[in-house]
């Protein structure tokens, strides 16, 4: 069995301040893990994902995030928001049965 | 390289209607997947093929939804007959070898049932 949980519906920063999206998730076998953006009226395109290689994972658009076995968490961090960054952001998980479970999503905002 | 079609991209009908959804995948991915997504939720998956077999439909309404992957390209979700609750964007992606690969999705189709 695997689940996701992103733990903000929303997220709300200025333009040029980290940005922090929360995703924990449960997996009973080693799990390959993604971000995935939706931009309005656009499809889903990746992020940046991880499969067992190196631990801390760079991505499209200056987005980085950090496996962390020991708290399972998997979140998703920039350090300086730009308005071009206003999205949904889904967080996946892949366990062993490669199929894949999303999160709820997380709604970032971004003000002037 | 050509992207995940999806056709149509809008549809509304009536409730109690039938419906049905074309998706055509990146050429040479052995992996499709289906999902319904409604407003303000996450993507969920209804049905996955691999080629032309079938790896999970466990979330799929299978007195009401049905879907095919003939020869292992294209693929059809049919809905018969439709509800109000299943107004919603449904998503068709596609991978590579769906062993943790990476999904391409299509643009959707929005489904309105009146």
């Known amino acids: 069995a695997q689940s996701v949980t992103q733990l903000d519906s929303h997220v709300s920063v200025s333009e040029g301040t980290p940005v922090l999206l929360r995703c924990n998730y449960s997996?009973?076998?080693?799990?390959?893990l993604f971000w995935y953006v939706q931009h309005p009226n656009k499809g889903l395109q990746l992020l940046l994902k991880y499969t067992s290689a190196a631990t801390l994972v760079k991505g499209i658009n200056g987005f980085e995030a950090e496996f962390k076995k020991s708290e399972t968490s998997f979140h998703l961090t920039k350090p300086s928001a730009h308005m071009s960054d206003a999205a949904e952001y889904f967080c996946v998980v892949i366990g062993g049965s490669y199929i894949p479970t999303f999160g709820r999503g997380t709604s970032l905002i971004v003000h002037p | 390289e050509a992207g995940v079609a999806q056709s149509p991209r809008y549809k509304i009908i009536e409730k109690r209607q039938s419906v049905a959804f074309w998706c055509n995948p990146i050429s040479g991915h052995a992996t499709l997947y289906w999902y319904q997504q409604i407003l303000g939720q996450g993507p969920k998956l209804l049905i996955q093929?691999?080629?032309?077999?079938?790896?999970?439909d466990s979330q799929l309404p299978k007195d009401r939804f049905s879907a095919e992957r003939l020869k292992g390209v294209d693929s059809t979700l049919k809905i018969q007959p439709a509800k109000l609750e299943d107004s919603a964007v449904y998503l068709c992606?596609?991978?590579?070898?769906?062993?943790?690969?990476?999904?391409?999705f299509g643009p959707g189709t929005r489904l309105t049932v009146l």
């Open positions: 093929f691999q080629n032309n077999g079938v790896v999970d």
């Open positions: 997996s009973s076998y080693s799990p390959s």
């Open positions: 992606a596609s991978s590579l070898s769906g062993r943790a690969d990476t999904q391409y």
